[in-house]
């Protein structure tokens, strides 16, 4: 079965019938006491909400989240965002379709993005930390995760590839905080900044649905990364104690503050660095891609809800041109993402 209509491309009025991934699926109530199913749909171009009116507590029954349905709809303008008003859907079975249509990847090639990421880390010279990055990325099982994971469930770097775009675009950062400021270890701060999310190969799923695995909801990448570094830095004899804990304070420290998660807040000039270049391209890359997936007319995007704010998006119409990274600061881009 072809998927002929995406996400990206709906409009106000429009009707079609056509297949989504389901992410989310809430059983809701509107203020009369009427039931209706609160969708969250996906395909590879973005996600867009879906409602269903009639018969809701029946259709909740015969669909699930991370199910295909091909749902009959039409296109409705609801506070600055376009949302699906489905009239009936039908469960499809994942295997008459392209998978590719659903999942939603980086602009950029995962081969060219990993190369480029294991070109900074020849650049490392300190024996130990070149070993550690060694053992981790010879690894093909946590490469693997790696190359493929998305960097979160939904507020940046979303998307398949997502991890390993995210980790490439803070090293190349981190390159020229080394050139600019005195007095940092080089060394020592990229190696954090490689690592400082390398604990989400474990703590996301993403088979079809972002979901949290087990691991991520009880324990955190941040602390799932501490205990990747710990067995790598134990299988290297005479791996020196002080520079671990150095190593081990990027990455408990580099959400920041207490509140976002950090056991403990940046206290040396290589994890603040991590810290606030870590948090720069995350914001970055979820104002782009809001902007980006704002189908409005207005010059402002639909009310952010994790950034609480409304982004100006100019006078220019949200499209790849405005999002797009020049070719000198990424590898090709993905010609099927």
Same mark, same amino acid.
């Given at each position: 079965?072809?998927?002929?209509?995406?996400?990206?491309?709906?409009?106000?009025?429009?009707?079609?019938?056509?297949?989504?991934?389901?992410?989310?699926?809430?059983?809701?109530?509107?203020?009369?006491?009427?039931?209706?199913?609160?969708?969250?749909?996906?395909?590879?171009?973005?996600?867009?909400?879906?409602?269903?009116?009639?018969?809701?507590?029946?259709?909740?029954?015969?669909?699930?989240?991370?199910?295909?349905?091909?749902?009959?709809?039409?296109?409705?303008?609801?506070?600055?965002?376009?949302?699906?008003?489905?009239?009936?859907?039908?469960?499809?079975?994942?295997?008459?379709?392209?998978?590719?249509?659903?999942?939603?990847?980086?602009?950029?090639?995962?081969?060219?993005?990993?190369?480029?990421?294991?070109?900074?880390?020849?650049?490392?010279?300190?024996?130990?930390?070149?070993?550690?990055?060694?053992?981790?990325?010879?690894?093909?099982?946590?490469?693997?995760?790696?190359?493929?994971?998305?960097?979160?469930?939904?507020?940046?770097?979303?998307?398949?590839?997502?991890?390993?775009?995210?980790?490439?675009?803070?090293?190349?950062?981190?390159?020229?905080?080394?050139?600019?400021?005195?007095?940092?270890?080089?060394?020592?701060?990229?190696?954090?900044?490689?690592?400082?999310?390398?604990?989400?190969?474990?703590? &996301? /799923?993403?088979?079809? !649905?972002? @979901?949290?695995?087990?691991?991520? =909801?009880?324990?955190?990448?941040?602390? *799932?990364? #501490?205990?990747?570094?710990?067995?790598?830095?134990?299988?290297?004899?005479?791996?020196?104690?002080?520079?671990?804990?150095?190593?081990?304070?990027?990455? &408990? /420290?580099?959400?920041? !503050?207490? @509140?976002?998660?950090?056991?403990? =807040?940046?206290?040396?000039?290589?994890? *603040?660095? #991590?810290?606030?270049?870590?948090?720069?391209?995350?914001?970055?890359?979820?104002?782009?891609?809001?902007?980006?997936?704002?189908?409005?007319?207005?010059?402002?995007?639909?009310?952010?809800?994790?950034?609480?704010?409304?982004?100006?998006?100019?006078?220019?119409?949200?499209?790849?041109?405005?999002?797009?990274?020049?070719?000198?600061?990424?590898?090709?881009?993905?010609?099927?993402?």
């Amino acid at each position: 079965m072809n998927k002929n209509v995406f996400i990206k491309d709906i409009k106000a009025g429009d009707k079609m019938t056509d297949i989504f991934l389901v992410t989310e699926k809430n059983l809701a109530f509107s203020q009369k006491g009427n039931p209706y199913l609160n969708l969250r749909l996906r395909d590879k171009t973005g996600e867009i909400d879906g409602r269903i009116w009639d018969n809701a507590i029946e259709v909740n029954d015969q669909f699930k989240k991370g199910d295909l349905i091909q749902a009959e709809a039409r296109a409705v303008s609801y506070r600055d965002a376009i949302q699906l008003s489905i009239f009936a859907c039908t469960v499809i079975d994942t295997g008459l379709v392209n998978p590719a249509d659903f999942s939603p990847s980086s602009r950029f090639k995962i081969d060219d993005m990993f190369s480029s990421l294991m070109d900074i880390v020849a650049t490392i010279k300190h024996p130990y930390l070149k070993r550690v990055l060694e053992s981790i990325f010879n690894d093909q099982d946590i490469v693997r995760a790696f190359v493929h994971a998305p960097a979160a469930k939904g507020f940046h770097h979303a998307y398949i590839g997502g991890l390993l775009e995210h980790t490439l675009s803070v090293s190349r950062l981190l390159v020229h905080c080394a050139a600019h400021y005195e007095n940092i270890d080089r060394d020592l701060m990229l190696t954090g900044g490689i690592l400082h999310d390398i604990g989400k190969t474990s703590e &996301l /799923s993403f088979d079809s !649905v972002i @979901e949290y695995t087990d691991e991520g =909801r009880l324990v955190g990448h941040i602390v *799932l990364g #501490v205990e990747l570094l710990d067995r790598k830095i134990a299988s290297i004899n005479d791996f020196p104690e002080e520079l671990a804990l150095k190593l081990r304070h990027i990455i &408990l /420290s580099h959400h920041g !503050v207490l @509140e976002f998660g950090s056991p403990k =807040r940046p206290k040396t000039m290589e994890a *603040l660095l #991590v810290n606030f270049v870590d948090d720069l391209d995350a914001k970055v890359n979820a104002f782009q891609e809001f902007i980006n997936d704002s189908t409005t007319d207005s010059h402002w995007t639909p009310f952010h809800r994790l950034l609480e704010r409304y982004i100006y998006k100019g006078s220019l119409n949200a499209s790849a041109d405005t999002y797009q990274q020049s070719e000198m600061d990424f590898p090709s881009k993905n010609e099927n993402g």
